[in-house]
């Protein structure tokens, strides 16, 4: 048996359709069958709700007397894009305010905007014979704009990876907060719900399907970017009218530490139109399964520590290494639920009919990590081969000496085997000095939480400890924890000198 | 019941002794060690001796000011994704049967580390 689509939305205009939600299909066609699902339901809801960073909004703000071509404009201090004609522009969620918090950003003037709140927007322009204003200032509600047009170009994965930290401090990430040694698992996404997850082959999602976007009837312009759907990992590009969003389905938000993004709730309806639907749509939570990976590396390919299902994620606590750890989630399950129970009643007292794909999504694409031309800069290229060291059972006046004679203030300090044990410092030698108790060996005021680098690991990680943990120098190690090198905050510098390893 | 307990002057055994002459045990939620504002911390006692066990802390030259509130919590902001969850030391969050976020602010020893986690900026301290 086969249903049209005709036949399907012919139910939907009689308000005689049987729509369910995503997270009910399993169960109707564990007690009908496939066949009886099939005859039974005409409509699956989905839905899902979380931080969705790749959105944004196109506005057009109508022309100024005397007429203005905005060059550079802001709202509420967030930069929008100044590169389209004349009013218009596009307003990006992460992008923050250049005055206010850094918890402030274009997430924020989205939700400002429909929440009914006024928006003052600035512009620059080097003026123009047709535009000859330079500049402008005034306040804006959502009504006064000609559109506000929501066009987000990476929305609704498919699923995404659960993320742990297994190094020794907090990390603060668009994941959320990791603990440090595993203290917990974060991740995002509704499983059973999500739209993709229950049309994988994108049979059925494509461009021109009607969906729920921000609580406003929008539709999926198509691929979104990064769309990866032979990884599982598929995306969708989505629009809708800001004018008919509400606070239910869109939040701003503030990851700490990483910036403000915008959460948004997505839902799409899929028509039951055979058996390949049905059993699409039957998809659980065990079904749909991850990688829990390393955030602890800060790497593009961050290593996976245990594959794990959306049942396991949602069930609060996942076992790693024969430890208990807690979960938390980044999105939210509950409004995904009212997503897909919203979209249930649009559907149900007929406001929105379905359609079938006016183009189809490449359910086999790859996508590709990025082309990079010029070299990244290693350790390697800056550091400073000659290192002073001592030993941990030598006196402290020794190792004020050899400060002196180096002109430096940190000393990698080795033990027999000549591998780092930690590093002391002019100030460790200044502190020893001051009080002298019976501290007269390097081992007792050293430092043996060392931060280290290795030769060949990227400038800007490097650059980045020495910032992350306040400090001015890295011993650098190979592989066997020998002390090979060490560099020095200032030793960045060099990349800034002409004529020398700039990129 | 969550006291705060303020040591002002230089850190004399106050807890210990108020353990040792009445028997009653006290648990030690956090504890703070600070070179200007001295030393403080947050105990739970058990209710029925909450009186006693504050008038003898502070005979033995403690402050001692009864914890009313845990974290802060705005429904309004909230959207129920659970980020605080894990974070917590003490367990104070979690999702009821329809997904829904639960916070039993009796168990909050106000560490904070909920409030930085929070993407929707939902949870406060007091005060």
Known sequence: MEKSIDEINRRIREGSARVVTADEMPDIVGELGEEGALKEVDVVTTGTFGAMCSSGAFLNFGHAEPPIKMERLWLNDVEAYGGLAAVDTYIGATNKSVTRMESYGGAHVIEDFISGKSIELRAQSSGSDCYPRRTITT?????????????????????????????????????????????????????????????????????????????????????????????????????????????????????????????????????????????????????????????????????????????????????????????????????????????????????????????????????????????????????????????????????????????????????????????????????????????????????????????????????????????????????KNQCIAILHASDLGKLFKSGGNQP | MKLLVRLIHDSKPVIAQVVKETGILINVDRARSDAHEGEEALVDVPDESCLLVSELMQKFGAEVSVLEEGIRHDEDECVDCGACISVCPKNVFYFDEDWKLVVDTKKCILCGRCVVSCPHSALSMSD
């Open chain 1, 139 to 479: 306040e804006l509600l959502l009504e006064d704009l000609n559109q506000a047009i929501m066009v987000n170009p990476r929305n609704a994965y498919q699923r995404y990876d659960a993320a742990i930290n297994t190094s020794d401090d907090t990390l603060y990430t668009y994941m959320g907060t990791l603990l440090p040694h595993g203290g917990n698992v974060s991740f995002s996404g509704a499983g059973t719900l999500n739209p993709i997850c229950n049309d994988p082959n994108l049979r059925l999602i494509g461009s021109g399907v009607p969906i729920l976007l921000g609580g406003a009837p929008g539709m999926v312009i198509g691929e979104g970017t990064q769309h990866s759907s032979a990884g599982n990992f598929a995306t969708l590009m989505t629009t809708a009218d800001m004018n008919e969003m509400n606070r239910d389905f869109l939040r701003a938000a503030y990851m700490h530490r990483y910036g403000p993004t915008l959460y948004l709730g997505v839902g799409i309806p899929l028509p039951v139109l055979d058996i390949e639907v049905v059993r699409r749509t039957a998809v659980r939570d065990e079904d749909i399964v991850v990688n829990i990976r390393d955030y602890g590396v800060p790497s593009r390919s961050r290593p996976v520590i245990r594959p794990i299902s959306y049942a396991e994620l949602k069930s609060g606590n996942v076992e790693i290494n024969g430890d208990e750890v807690r979960v938390s989630s980044l999105s939210s399950y509950r409004k995904a639920r009212q997503v897909a129970q919203t979209l249930k009643s649009w559907v149900e007292e007929g406001h929105m009919t379905l359609s079938l794909p006016t183009r189809m999504i490449d359910p086999s694409k790859q996508a590709k990590p990025m082309r990079e031309t010029r070299k990244v800069i290693l350790v390697q290229e800056i550091m400073q081969r000659r290192v002073m060291t001592i030993k941990e059972d030598q006196d402290i006046t020794e190792a004020a000496r050899k400060l002196l004679k180096g002109e430096t203030n940190h000393l990698p300090v080795l033990n027999e085997h000549g591998q780092l044990t930690g590093v002391v410092t002019t100030f460790d030698v200044t502190k020893a000095v001051a009080r002298p108790d019976r501290k007269v060996r390097v081992q007792d005021v050293m430092t043996r939480n060392v931060i280290t680098t290795m030769a060949d690991e990227p400038i800007d990680i490097a650059a980045h400890k020495l910032d992350h943990y306040r400090i001015s120098a890295l011993p650098v190690v190979d592989a």
